[in-house]
């Protein structure tokens, strides 16, 4: 009997399709179309902010041609999720004027068809590699895309002969699944996919929905699909739904007939410039012109906030970017208005003004012609990020134990991020790949990274005297990170860190020295590193080089335990590093991540 491979399961999911009734709509009342708008609006809010539950997700998207006018796409961590999702939606004045036309239900999958698959099944996610730990879960835990076109349909694989795919040995079918693979992971940071297995839930075997700016990009995936044998022999597909995402303020413009997404009513995704200003200098705060801003409003006393402001503030006073912030009394509570030199850093800013007491309003936007762009070395939070991910990044998983080391770092003088306030977060891989065969690689897939505004770089290092490389990809949200990280995970010679089973794991340090410091910082670091191998607890140090700038260097190091590492911050050595180096490098060190 051939072997069937093992699959993890994650988030719930609903495809709701359904149409509009034109004529019911166009014989209603103002009174009763603006209703219906009023709850269909507040209903699509309220799970895209995941009122009804504690993880997942939901989009709606506008359905081109006559199959249907709306999908809801929702993701839930159970079916109860689910059918209170479905349920509640029936009991808007929104639902009386649509008809539920079709519908798919399945859950988020992983299969074992690859060989590092197969380990995470065979041996335990906590016994394998930590960035194959995330990959997966990135599978079965997605973030919706943010991408404007959607494309879903149901596949089954074929049953009959002479192509019948559950008779084919487990080998070949892993070897034709590696090979559509290929195809996937061409279109990186094209095409974004969610794999959803039905077996014994709907009608088909599998959903696969598909996300893209460019909708050619789909195409164009499909079309090359076609053509490779696990498509062309083995799959049989359902009906193809095709569609545009847009917010939910814009449900009334759509129900109009006007064009989406309209970017208006969007309050929390942006402001006009005068219009933001005109609240500023109703509330008395003073901004300097150019900023990008968040305004929070907070229907809690402003004593209570603005305690929790000076918390933050701390952070944020760190960063050349942060401009200031302010709490102000109001009728309603107080108002915090938060300024930054750059979009990125007010956008990174406001994820965690949201969190403050009481918020029940949050708008972003430029005030007095901000220029919208990044400037390099301005960007927000400051430098780069404190998260990462990836195989050969070895763990600690708290977060708590974290900030209680960057809080000694801060302590002595040493920049360290924080945690959850930096714009980025990098992945780093270790790989036993020709440095030829890796190149290629990872600069194909940069270009397919490029098309998404929230990749920052990616880059390979290659360590000194030693014969290995470490690829290195920064972005500026965890689950870009995460859907990276899947691709990243597929570059050839792939390995773990040696040791990483165990120990404190990688700090890493990201340099950039002066041309004519090179050999300088070179040397410098060789008497480090004479120094780190007699020093107690410390596991090994590589001095990592990108291959496209020489002046671009990357320190991982690896110790027993994190007391070990931090005796040498606390070194006398290590402080007359960090002096000697504010004449050699070109910027302060980029960043310093705990892994």
């Known amino acids: 009997m051939p072997k069937p491979p093992r699959t993890d399961e994650g988030w719930y999911a609903l495809h709701d399709f359904r149409t509009v009734d034109w ?3 166009e014989a ?4 009763a179309r603006e209703r219906a708008v009023e709850e269909g609006v507040e209903y699509l809010r309220a799970h895209e ?6 993880e997942g997700g939901s989009a709606v998207f506008s359905i081109l041609g006559h199959k249907a006018d709306l999908l809801i796409v929702h993701l839930r961590p159970t079916t109860a999720h689910l059918d209170t999702a479905e349920r509640r939606f029936e009991r808007t004045a929104l639902a009386r004027f649509t008809e539920q036309t079709s519908s798919y239900v399945s859950v988020t999958e992983a299969s074992g068809y690859s060989e590092s698959a197969r380990a995470y099944f065979e041996e335990g ?21 943010d991408a404007e076109h959607v494309c879903f349909y149901p596949m089954d694989k074929r049953r009959e002969e002479p192509h019948n795919w559950y008779d084919l040995p487990f080998d070949e079918r892993a070897e034709l699944m590696s090979a559509h693979g290929d195809i996937g992971r061409g279109y990186a940071g094209k095409v974004t996919q969610i794999i959803t297995g039905s077996v014994g839930l709907d009608d088909y075997e599998w959903g696969v929905t598909l996300f893209a700016d460019d909708p050619t990009e789909i195409k164009h995936l499909l079309y090359e699909m076609r053509f490779d044998p696990s498509s062309s022999r083995y799959a049989e597909f359902g009906p193809f739904y095709f569609g545009r995402r847009f917010p939910p303020a814009d449900l009334g413009a759509l129900l109009a007939g006007e064009p989406i997404p309209t970017g208006e009513g969007a309050s929390e995704d942006g402001a006009t410039d005068d219009a933001l200003r005109a609240e500023l200098d109703a509330i008395g705060a003073e901004v300097e012109a150019g900023s990008h801003v968040v305004l929070v409003r907070s229907e809690a006393d402003a004593d209570e906030v603005e305690e929790a402001v000076s918390g933050l503030r701390g952070n944020f006073d760190h960063y050349d970017s942060h401009r200031g912030t302010t709490v102000h009394g ?3 509570g107080a108002a915090v208005v938060s300024a930054w030199e750059t979009e990125r850093a007010a956008d990174t800013a406001a994820g965690f003004l949201a969190d403050l007491p009481g ?3 949050r708008t972003t936007g430029a005030v007095g012609g901000g220029s919208g762009g990044d400037a390099a070395g301005g960007d927000a939070a400051g430098a780069t990020g404190a998260e990462t991910s990836g195989a050969g990044a070895s763990g600690t998983d708290g977060a708590a134990d974290a900030d ?5 770092l801060a302590d002595l003088g040493v920049y360290a991020g924080t945690p959850h306030g930096e714009d980025v977060h990098a992945l780093v891989l270790y790989s036993e790949a020709d440095r030829d065969d890796l190149v290629p690689e990872v600069e194909s897939l940069r270009d397919g990274f490029d098309r998404y505004d929230t990749h920052v770089g990616t880059s390979v290092y290659e360590a000194r005297g030693r014969d290995r490389r470490a690829v290195v990809s920064i972005w500026e ?3 870009a990170a995460d859907t990276a990280g899947g691709y990243l995970a597929d570059l050839p010679g792939v390995v773990a860190r040696a040791g990483e089973e165990s120990g404190f794991g990688t700090m890493g340090m990201f340099y950039t020295t002066k041309p004519e410091y090179r050999e300088d910082f070179v040397e410098r670091f060789a008497a480090v590193g004479d120094l780190l191998d007699g020093m107690e607890g410390h596991v090994e140090t590589d001095l990592m080089v990108n291959v496209e700038d020489e002046n671009d260097m990357f320190i991982a190091s690896q110790w027993r335990g994190r007391e070990d590492a931090m005796a040498f911050f606390r070194s006398e050595a290590f402080r007359d590093t960090v002096q000697w180096g504010r004449d050699v490098l070109a910027d302060r060190p980029r960043h310093v991540f705990l892994a």
């Not at 394998?128 to 997966?136: F, S």
């Not at 209680?404 to 000694?408: F, G, N, P, T, V």
């Open 359 to 361: 918020v029940v309003e």
């Open 28 to 31: 209603a009342s103002d009174e």
């Open 125 to 145: 996610p906590e016994a394998v590699d930590p960035g194959l730990r995330r990959y997966i879960r990135s599978r079965i835990e997605p973030s919706i895309p």
């Open 23 to 25: 004529d019911a709509w």
């Open 330 to 332: 109001t009728d309603e």
């Open 404 to 408: 209680d080391i960057r809080d000694e």
């Open 477 to 479: 949200t965890a689950s």
């Open 49 to 54: 902010d995941l009122a009804d539950a504690d």
